[in-house]
C-alpha cells in the first residue's frame, strides 16, 4: 500500500507538472457561476506553455481549455526554450472551431417570454371579479457567435501570446413579451369559459387555432384589438385546415373559419366582466348553444368583426387557451380597488324560432353610485334552414 500510494504520489506531481487535465471534455471543464481567477498564468512554467489553461467566460459560466485544446501552438522560430516576450503561437482555426462547437450547446438557451401568473391564494376572488396576478419575468435567447470567437483568439493570441482571459461573443434573441412590455398589470380583471364539442374536429381546429394566434397579445393603453385582424383569413394558407357550421344568407354552409364566432363570444363575456369598452359587436341570426341568448358574438372576415379597447392606462394581456373541450380566456390588467362587475342577462321566447335577449354590466365602486353601461339587444328570428344540433 505505502509503494502503491508512492506511485500514485508521483503520478499527481507529474500531470501538475505537465499542465494538464485528467479529463479534456469541455463540459467538465467549465464552472458555472461567477468568474474564477485563471490557475496559471502567461508567464508560469515557461517550459509547458501550451498546457496554460485559459479562462473563456460567457457570463453565466465558464471554460478552461488549455492553449493546446484551443488550437493554439507555437509560430516557426518559437518554442519551449524561447523566453518570456520572445514566443510567438499561430492557431489552428479548425480545431479553435471544433471546440467551441464543442461548447456552444452548453451556451445555447431560448428566449423566455415575461409571464402573468395568479396569486395562489386569490385564484378564485369571487367577492371583486379581480383575482391579484404577479409578472414572472423572462429573460433573452442567447447562443455563442462561433465565428467571432474563433477570431477573437486568433488575433488575439498571435498578436499578445501573454493573454488568458477572454469573453466570448455572445449573440442574443431577444424575447418576445418583457416585463417591461407588463408593467402594471396586477390582477385578472376578466374571466369566462365556453364548451365546444370536440368531436366536430373541423370547427374544433379552427378554434384552437385562432385561439393560439390571439394567446399572449398585449394590449396598450388606450389601444383596440379587433379579433379579425389578430387573427387574419382562416384558410389553410394560414393554417386553418378545418370546416364549420357558418350560417350565410339564412341557411348554413361547412366554411372555413366555421367555430370563429366562438372565439369572440367567449372575449366579449370576459371583457364585459373587465368592464372594458366594446367598439364593434354583431349578433348572430340565430341563437348559439355555447351562451345564452343576447351573451353572443358573431365575426365574418373582412365584413363583421369584435373589438374592444383597452380603456384603463395599464396594458392588456389576453391569455386565452384550450382544453379539451371548453374555449377559456383570462384578461389581465391593472385592479381597480373594491370594484365589483355584475353582468345582467336575460331572454324571451316569443315563438319556435324567435328569441330576444339584453345584456348589459352594473359597475360597483367604493364610494361612487352603481354604474350601468349600455344594454346590448339582440332579436333571432330564423327559419328550418339554420335548425342545426351541435
Avoid at 412590455?181 to 365546444?196: H, M, N, P, S
Avoid at 350560417?247 to 366555421?258: A, T
Avoid at 339584453?358 to 349600455?374: C, D, H, L, S
Wanted: with cysteine.
Amino acid at each position: 500500500m505505502h509503494r502503491l500510494s508512492r506511485c500514485l504520489l508521483l503520478f499527481c506531481a507529474a500531470a501538475i507538472a505537465g499542465g494538464f487535465l485528467l479529463t479534456s471534455h469541455p463540459a467538465l471543464a467549465q464552472t458555472g457561476g461567477a468568474d474564477k481567477p485563471a490557475t496559471q498564468t502567461a508567464s508560469a512554467m515557461p517550459g509547458h506553455r501550451l498546457a496554460v489553461h485559459l479562462r473563456l467566460g460567457d457570463g453565466r459560466q465558464t471554460w478552461h481549455p488549455t492553449r493546446k485544446q484551443l488550437g493554439v501552438s507555437y509560430a516557426p522560430g518559437s518554442s519551449d526554450a524561447s523566453g518570456a516576450g520572445e514566443f510567438k503561437f499561430v492557431v489552428n482555426r479548425a480545431k479553435t472551431r471544433a471546440y467551441f462547437r464543442s461548447i456552444a450547446p452548453y451556451i445555447r438557451r431560448a428566449p423566455k417570454n415575461a409571464k402573468i401568473v395568479l396569486v395562489a391564494a386569490s385564484a378564485h376572488d369571487e367577492g371583486t371579479g379581480q383575482a391579484p396576478a404577479k409578472v414572472v419575468p423572462g429573460y433573452d435567447g442567447a447562443a455563442l457567435d462561433t465565428d467571432a470567437a474563433v477570431d477573437q483568439i486568433q488575433k488575439t493570441l498571435e498578436a499578445n501570446p501573454g493573454v488568458v482571459h477572454f469573453v466570448l461573443p455572445i449573440k442574443s434573441k431577444p424575447a418576445k413579451v418583457s416585463a417591461a412590455k407588463l408593467q402594471g398589470i396586477d390582477a385578472r380583471v376578466g374571466y369566462f369559459v365556453t364548451r365546444f364539442n370536440p368531436g366536430d374536429e373541423g370547427r374544433t381546429a379552427t378554434v384552437r387555432r385562432a385561439i393560439s394566434i390571439i394567446d399572449g397579445t398585449i394590449v396598450p393603453p388606450g389601444g383596440i384589438f379587433s379579433v379579425d385582424e389578430t387573427v387574419g383569413p382562416r384558410d389553410p394558407a394560414h393554417g386553418f385546415t378545418g370546416k364549420g357550421h357558418v350560417f350565410v344568407d339564412g341557411h348554413m354552409e361547412m366554411q372555413s373559419g366555421g367555430g370563429m364566432c366562438q372565439v369572440a363570444t367567449t372575449i366579449f363575456n370576459a371583457a364585459m366582466l373587465a368592464n372594458l369598452k366594446i367598439v364593434e359587436r354583431h349578433q348572430h341570426v340565430r341563437t348559439v348553444p355555447y351562451v345564452d341568448p343576447g351573451r353572443d358574438a358573431t365575426i365574418y372576415h373582412g365584413q363583421k368583426d369584435f373589438k374592444i379597447q383597452n380603456s384603463t392606462d395599464a396594458p392588456l394581456l389576453i391569455s386565452y387557451r384550450t382544453n379539451r373541450s371548453h374555449a377559456i380566456v383570462s384578461l389581465f390588467g391593472k385592479s381597480v380597488p373594491g370594484r365589483k362587475v355584475r353582468l345582467i342577462a336575460s331572454h324571451r321566447r316569443l315563438g319556435e324560432r324567435h328569441y330576444i335577449g339584453t345584456f348589459n354590466r352594473v359597475v360597483y365602486e367604493p364610494g361612487i353610485a352603481p354604474q350601468r353601461g349600455q344594454p346590448f339587444h339582440s332579436n333571432y328570428k330564423w327559419t328550418e334552414a339554420l335548425d342545426f344540433s351541435r
